[in-house]
């Protein structure tokens, strides 16, 4: 069985820290897919990233980066000079052959002003 | 707007009730998934079609909620006697072919059963 366990439940940082969200993962299977999701108050689930199990390459993009490890089974997500509309709930997720995604409890980030 | 969207966007229903909702997905994409998000939980899998065939269903998915996809566009879930637990947000996701596997996800429908 698959799971994505996000132990940090809330974070707040203030306005320009970084700040990295933990994501740990677990399956049998050998080929899978990591993503991550950004929720905002809002509500609407928005795509921020995939990884591919086979590609273990981290990945920056502006001031997001992700650090993927098979090794410890993780998938970490780093905010660089967090910023207020950043605030929201950010969901870890994995999928399998199966195609559908499993996700963590999210963590919820507020950024201070 | 190409993106997915869903009606309505809130639904306030008495215990016993029927409802459904509608989903549109991205227009080229073949692949449509049903979530459950309560309060303070991750989304969780429902079912997925491909096309028009309703492919996989969750444990969750109990008898009184039915999904279609006919001619394989939009979706509807339905949910027939409505309980207090079935208030949540219900979120669609399409996926497009293979290779691209990421799911983007519609507004969702938030339903609160009195």
């Known amino acids: 069985a698959q799971k994505v366990t996000q132990a940090q439940t809330e974070i707040s940082v203030v306005e320009k820290e970084d700040v990295t969200l933990d994501c740990v993962y677990e399956?049998?299977?050998?080929?899978?897919?990591l993503f991550w999701y950004k929720q905002p108050p809002s509500g609407e689930l928005v795509f921020l990233i995939r990884r591919n199990s086979f590609d273990e390459q981290n990945e920056i993009s502006g001031r997001y980066s992700w650090n993927f490890q098979k090794s410890t089974s993780s998938f970490n997500f780093t905010i660089t000079a967090s910023q207020v509309v950043d605030s929201a709930v950010y969901f870890c997720?994995?999928?399998?052959?199966?195609?559908?995604?499993?996700f963590g409890k999210g963590t919820k980030l507020s950024v201070i002003p | 707007d190409t993106g997915v969207s869903q009606d309505p966007r809130h639904k306030i229903t008495k215990r016993g009730q029927n409802v459904t909702f509608r989903c549109d997905p991205i227009?080229?994409?073949?692949?449509l998934y049903w979530y459950r998000q309560t309060l303070g939980q991750g989304p969780e899998f429902l079912t997925y079609f491909q096309n028009e065939a309703q492919l996989e269903k969750s444990r969750l998915l109990s008898d009184r909620f039915s999904a279609e996809r006919p001619k394989g566009s939009f979706s509807t879930l339905e949910i027939q006697r409505t309980e207090q637990g079935d208030s949540a947000m219900y979120l669609c996701?399409?996926?497009?072919?293979?290779?691209?596997?990421?799911?983007?996800f519609g507004p969702g429908t938030r339903l609160t059963v009195l």
């Open positions: 399956t049998r299977d050998t080929t899978y897919y």
């Open positions: 227009s080229e994409h073949n692949r």
């Open positions: 996701a399409s996926r497009g072919g293979r290779g691209e596997n990421e799911q983007f």
């Open positions: 997720a994995l999928s399998e052959l199966k195609h559908q995604l499993t």
